[in-house]
């Protein structure tokens, strides 16, 4: 059950992932780990999720950075 939950947890990231036009199979490559890792208690808000991740900017894997534009600092 939980395996399921991550699972759709992290399509709903990708589809919620502002990056470029990459393929939801791409973006869900590139951020599966860095979603359960930063933000497995999130899951499966996509909002908070997103959210999660945007804050983590600097520590995501460098594939995943990819599909986020770099957050403003204001």
Partial sequence: MRVR????ATFMLAAALPGYAATQDEQDHACRGDAFHFCASEIPNKEKIKACMKQHYDELS???KAMFKKPSKS
Avoid: I, K, T
């Fill in 62 to 64: 460098p594939p995943c």
């Fill in 5 to 8: 939950a991550m699972l759709a």
